[in-house]
Antibody, heavy 120, light 111 residues
Framework: EVQLVQSGAEVKKPGESLKISCKGSGYGFNTHWIAWVRQMPGKGLELMGIIYPDDSDTRYTQSFQGQVTISTDKSFDTAYLQWNSLKASDTAMYYC?????????????WGQGTLVTVSS | QSVLTQPPSVSAAPGQKVTISCSGSSSNIGNNHVSWYQQIPGTAPKLLIYESNKRPSGIPDRFSGSKSGTSATLGITGLQTGDEADYYCGASDSSLSVLWVFGGGTKVTVL
C-alpha cells in the first residue's frame, strides 16, 4: 500500500528554524516526484516546489524560492521541507504529494498534512 | 491568482447535478491531461479524476471528467451531503519549472 506519512504538528516562534518530513512507503520512492503544497487557512493549494529523489533535481515556484529548502534522504525514503527563519505568515497546513514521471501523471497520493503554527 | 481558473462556488440540492469548470491555456490544459482533487474539510486532498476522465479505484461513477481545448469540466451527479467539499483541478504546465499548476478551488455546497 502506497503511503506518505508526514511528521506531526509544530508550534514555533518567529525567527525559529523548522524541518518537517514526509516518509514514503509501498512504492519506488526514488522514481516519483515529491511536491510540497501549502494551504493557508481558508485558502487554496499552492505548489511550493518539487524534488526528484533519484538525482535530487529540485525546483521551486518563484514565490517560494529562497524562502524554504526542499531536500530528500534516499536511504530513508524521506523528503523534507525546511525553514531557516519562520514568519507568522508561514502559518499553514503543509502537504507532501507524489507524482509519477510521465507527463500526464497526477498527484495520486498525498500525506496527511503537517500543521505549522508560527506565533510569538 | 491561479493559472487555472475555477468558479469560487457552486451549489445544488441533494440528488441534483453540478458541474465545475477549469479554464487554462495551451501550456497546461491545452496540451496535457487534467486531474481533479476533492478536499473534504479537515482532510488532505484526494485524487478524484486523472487523465481528464479516468477514475481511480474506489471513486464512484457519479464523478466524471471531460476536457475540450483549454478547458475541463468535473461533473457530480446524484449529489450527496458527503460531496460537500472543495474541488481543485490540476494539470502539467510546460511553462513552469515545477511542471504543474492547480486551480484556485471550487466550494461545492449541498443545499
Amino acid at each position: 500500500e502506497v503511503q506518505l506519512v508526514q511528521s506531526g504538528a509544530e508550534v514555533k516562534k518567529p525567527g525559529e528554524s523548522l524541518k518537517i518530513s514526509c516518509k514514503g512507503s509501498g512504492y519506488g520512492f526514488n522514481t516519483h516526484w515529491i511536491a510540497w503544497v501549502r494551504q493557508m487557512p481558508g485558502k487554496g493549494l499552492e505548489l511550493m516546489g518539487i524534488i526528484y529523489p533519484d538525482d535530487s533535481d529540485t525546483r521551486y515556484t518563484q514565490s517560494f524560492q529562497g524562502q524554504v529548502t526542499i531536500s530528500t534522504d534516499k536511504s530513508f525514503d524521506t523528503a523534507y521541507l525546511q525553514w531557516n527563519s519562520l514568519k507568522a505568515s508561514d502559518t499553514a497546513m503543509y502537504y507532501c504529494a507524489r507524482r509519477g514521471v510521465y507527463s500526464s501523471a497526477p498527484y495520486d497520493y498525498w500525506g496527511q498534512g503537517t500543521l505549522v503554527t508560527v506565533s510569538s | 491568482q491561479s493559472v487555472l481558473t475555477q468558479p469560487p462556488s457552486v451549489s445544488a440540492a441533494p440528488g441534483q447535478k453540478v458541474t465545475i469548470s477549469c479554464s487554462g491555456s495551451s501550456s497546461n490544459i491545452g496540451n496535457n491531461h487534467v486531474s481533479w482533487y476533492q478536499q473534504i474539510p479537515g482532510t488532505a486532498p484526494k485524487l478524484l479524476i486523472y487523465e481528464s476522465n479516468k477514475r481511480p479505484s474506489g471513486i464512484p461513477d457519479r464523478f466524471s471528467g471531460s476536457k475540450s481545448g483549454t478547458s475541463a469540466t468535473l461533473g457530480i451527479t446524484g449529489l450527496q451531503t458527503g460531496d460537500e467539499a472543495d474541488y481543485y483541478c490540476g494539470a502539467s504546465d510546460s511553462s513552469l519549472s515545477v511542471l504543474w499548476v492547480f486551480g484556485g478551488g471550487t466550494k461545492v455546497t449541498v443545499l
